[in-house]
C-alpha cells in the first residue's frame, strides 16, 4: 500500500473517520448515483472500479488515491452495517501485522479486513464480485 495512504497516530484516523460522508459522496457522484449500504451495491461499486481501472496501481496514482479512500469507505461502511460487531479500527502498535497504520474493520471474533486492500485485491481478480464474496465470507 502506498505510503500516502497509511495513517500515523490515532487522532490522523479519528480525523479520517470524520470526513466520511463527504468522501463518500464525490465517489457516488463520479458514479452517478448514491450507493445502498447492502451487499449488491458493492457489485455496483466493483463495475464501476473495473471499467476505470485496469490494473490495481493505477488507483494508487496521485489523482486516483481519493477514489481508492472513498471506496474503501464504503466497503467498509457496507461491513459495519451488515457484519454484526464490526467496528473500524487501526493497528498502530505491531509494526508486523499487514494491516500496520491502515484503517480496518475489526470483526467481533478478531478478524481483520482491510477496505483498502480489498479495492486493490479486487482490481487484480477483476471477478465482478469479489467484494460482496469477501464480506459474505464473514457473516
Not at 480525523?15 to 463520479?30: K, Q, S
Request: charged share 30%; proline share 3%; aromatic share 8%.
Amino acid at each position: 500500500m502506498h505510503e500516502a495512504l497509511l495513517l500515523h497516530s490515532r487522532e490522523a484516523f479519528q480525523v479520517w473517520l470524520a470526513g466520511d460522508v463527504e468522501v463518500r459522496d464525490e465517489l457516488y457522484a463520479l458514479i452517478g448515483e448514491p450507493l445502498g449500504t447492502d451487499l449488491e451495491s458493492l457489485d455496483t461499486l466493483e463495475s464501476f472500479l473495473l471499467a476505470r481501472y485496469r490494473r490495481p496501481n493505477q488507483i494508487l496514482k496521485i489523482g486516483e488515491r481519493e477514489i481508492l479512500d472513498a471506496a474503501a469507505r464504503h466497503i467498509g461502511l457496507v461491513m459495519l452495517l451488515n457484519l454484526d460487531d464490526a467496528a473500524w479500527a487501526i493497528e498502530l502498535d505491531d509494526e508486523d501485522n499487514v494491516y500496520y497504520r491502515l484503517p480496518i474493520i475489526r470483526l467481533a471474533d478478531g478478524a481483520e479486513e482491510c477496505p483498502l486492500t480489498m479495492v486493490t485485491a479486487a482490481l487484480d481478480r477483476r471477478k465482478r464480485s469479489y467484494l460482496r464474496g469477501v464480506v459474505e465470507s464473514y457473516a
